[in-house]
Nanobody, 119 residues
Framework: QVQLVESGGGLVQDGGSLRLSCQASGTLFDDNVLGWYRQVPGKQRELVATMTSAGRTNYALSVKGRFTISRDNSKFTVYLEMNSLKPEDTAVYYC?????????????WGQGTLVTVSN
């Protein structure tokens, strides 16, 4: 079993910064992709950023240049540094892990953390 626990959400003003963390625990496979997604009520969950265990990153166009994903493999933790936040970044942010072992794939979601950006 793998669990992902997010932290770091909260209320911030327009233009401010926040750092989200997501720590993985359990039986972890070295080959994995960790990422952040977000969801606003009434809308589909959307990709924010992902990072492979090899360090390859992918960002949504809406956050490129403002958000940075990073990971500390020794702590099984992935981070999302969010700068120049805008009200439209307000959402519940979810951590997701895809873990690969041979032909096996395990997908796990965290419980989510709320980020609110005020005007």
């Amino acid at each position: 079993q793998v669990q992902l626990v997010e932290s770091g959400g909260g209320l911030v003003q327009d233009g401010g910064s926040l750092r989200l963390s997501c720590q993985a625990s359990g039986t972890l496979f070295d080959d994995n992709v960790l990422g952040w997604y977000r969801q606003v009520p009434g809308k589909q969950r959307e990709l924010v950023a992902t990072m492979t265990s090899a360090g390859r990153t992918n960002y949504a166009l809406s956050v490129k240049g403002r958000f940075t994903i990073s990971r500390d493999n020794s702590k099984f933790t992935v981070y999302l540094e969010m700068n120049s936040l805008k009200p439209e970044d307000t959402a519940v942010y979810y951590c997701k892990g895809n873990f690969y072992y041979g032909v096996r794939e395990l997908e796990v979601w965290g419980q989510g953390t709320l980020v609110t950006v005020s005007n």
